[in-house]
């Protein structure tokens, strides 16, 4: 055990910490350095959403294209949805940041997956969604 004497005992045991002989010391030092105008920072806006729908041909269907555009969508965070056409190709709706639609229309999908051969990648405008939406797969059309 500690002897009882307040000079030999650990600091911890002087000075207990509480929430009232802490809070005065950090509210003057987070005011110590804050500036005199007290208005709260402007996050730059962020840039209006764009939409591209795209048709997309070669061997598409039957080689994970639809899962693997949903997990690359996602991991983009855009919002939309893929589906295969019973023409044999795949369509999608990309809606989102324009340059995560961009590189997804015009480097990720020409791509595909491992298992597939893209031929063609044919966008046309679109309406953009609602990013609460999320970016999920349809049925065939």
């Known amino acids: 055990?500690?002897?009882?004497?307040?000079?030999?005992?650990?600091?911890?045991?002087r000075f207990p910490f509480t929430a009232t002989?802490?809070?005065p010391r950090r509210a003057m030092a987070a005011s110590a350095g804050a500036p005199s105008d007290p208005s709260p920072q402007?996050?730059?806006?962020?840039?209006s959403p764009k939409a591209v729908r795209v048709v997309v041909k070669g061997r598409v269907q039957?080689?994970?294209?639809?899962?693997?555009?949903v997990e690359t969508a996602?991991?983009?965070?855009?919002?939309?949805?893929?589906?295969?056409?019973r023409d044999g190709t795949v369509e999608a709706l990309l809606s989102g940041d324009p340059d995560k639609v961009d590189e997804?229309?015009?480097?990720?999908?020409?791509?595909?997956?491992?298992a597939s051969a893209v031929t063609a990648v044919l966008p046309s405008p679109a309406d953009p969604v609602d990013p609460a939406e999320g970016?999920?797969?349809?049925?065939t059309a």
């Open 74 to 85: 996602r991991s983009l965070g855009l919002a939309g949805w893929v589906r295969n056409r």
């Open 21 to 23: 002989s802490t809070a």
């Open 1 to 13: 055990m500690f002897p009882s004497t307040s000079a030999t005992a650990p600091r911890f045991l």
């Open 104 to 114: 997804m229309v015009s480097r990720r999908i020409p791509v595909g997956p491992p």
């Open 135 to 139: 970016f999920h797969r349809k049925p």
């Open 62 to 69: 039957g080689v994970f294209f639809r899962d693997w555009t």
């Open 42 to 47: 402007q996050n730059p806006p962020s840039p």
